[in-house]
């Protein structure tokens, strides 16, 4: 398809993307849901599991598949910017305060999840169209354990943002504990990439690369970072060249993290962690977040939906399949986060709050099994009982959040005043 002929239907495409994920995102927040599981839910809809079942002519023609490439390119930016501006409002002080807590949460939210996974792959691996034909059981015990662990952490952080918890320790330990199992779950992936295509090179790589990428951010960037805020004219809107230096810096971050086998959302996110606070990174979030949340997001959640076919699921035996890893996601996360929350001294209302909002995993969940499908380990089959997985484990992280909240009232309060 021509250049001109591409534009013209991203224009089109854009306005329909934004309209629906707008649409349904009211939706979502009149029922009591953060907006954001509306707009991944909008993103299944216009794919081929109710519009292309529904009009499936008009859905061809909206989204041909020469034009899908644009959409993925625009969705990877608008996943990374967000990431960024996650990264701006993580305070290390509350990882600090709470460290050892955040970090039972996510031994415990990884390892019950890959025990799961190992007894249910065996079993699934006899279903056809959910792996591949040349993945092992080593490969698809990983792979399920890495879909099921992982806490969609940008899902996490704005439904942390929505809610009011942004600035409170239930937010930080929630934030930290899904930083540590993302991380977990990209290195794992890596490895099962690694064994997949016989190159574990790329595996030790990704690893290593990536650990002494932050270890350079947190001890050599950030000071570097740090003289960006005498360019910042209080009062002043941010200059051009400012906002130009930034975004540069965020696209090579990205780069290196794509790079070595990671993903380009952790770049930004350890980007907007380093940057220094104040001035410059309120002037960026004013600056950045509207067009990233209302444009380029939706972007991202429309390209996933239409790899989504809701209607395999019909199919007995893939029907069975889905319910028990359904049953598996959520009930094994929750489980275990409620837990390791426990033996690490905290209330069992903060511990099931904790666990509810770490079983969100819609955004990282549908990167790492695009990812999946892309590489081949696994199948439309798989991939769509996992966006079925996502989208109701996130549904429900608000209600039982809310239900641990109304059993302490003092749940959501500050444990110190926001920094300047």
Known sequence: MP?????????????????????????????????????????VLLGPSLLGWLAPAWQA????????????????????????????????????AGARTAVSVSLSGIAAPFVLAVLLTPWLMSIPGLYGARVQVFEASLFLGAAIAITAFPMLARIIQERGLAGTRIGALALT?????????????????????????????????????????????????????????????????????????????????????????????????????????????????????????????TYSGLNTRLGMLVAPEVFVAALAILAASFGGKLLACWAGARLAGASSPDAMAIGALMNARGLMELIIINIGLSAGVILPGLFSILVLMAVVTTLMATPLFNWAARRQERLVSPVMAPSA
């Open 61 to 96: 023609a909206l989204f041909p598949a020469d034009t899908r490439g644009m959409l993925y390119v625009c969705g990877q930016l608008g996943v990374g910017l967000y990431m960024f501006l996650v990264g701006t409002e993580f305070r290390t002080e509350h990882f600090k």
């Open 177 to 301: 504990a899904g930083a540590v199992d993302d991380a977990a779950a990209w290195c794992i992936l890596a490895v099962v990439l690694s064994s997949f295509s016989g190159q574990w090179g790329s595996a030790y790589a990704a690893i290593g690369g990536g650990v002494a990428f932050a270890v350079f951010m947190i001890f050599i960037g950030r000071p570097l970072l740090a003289r960006l805020s005498g360019l910042v004219t209080v009062g002043a809107p941010l200059s051009h060249s400012l906002l130009a230096i930034v975004l540069t810096i965020f696209c090579l971050c990205a780069f290196l993290m794509d790079a070595i086998g990671i993903h380009a959302v952790f770049g930004g996110f350890l980007l907007g962690c380093v940057l220094p606070r104040g001035e410059l990174v309120d002037r960026l979030q004013g600056l950045l977040r509207p067009f990233v949340v209302v444009f380029l997001l939706p972007m991202f959640f």
């Open 3 to 43: 250049i001109a002929s591409l534009s013209v239907y991203f224009f089109l495409q854009a306005a329909v993307i934004i309209t629906a994920c707008q649409l349904v995102g009211r939706l979502a927040r009149r029922i009591g849901q953060p907006q954001v599981v509306g707009e991944m839910i909008a993103g």
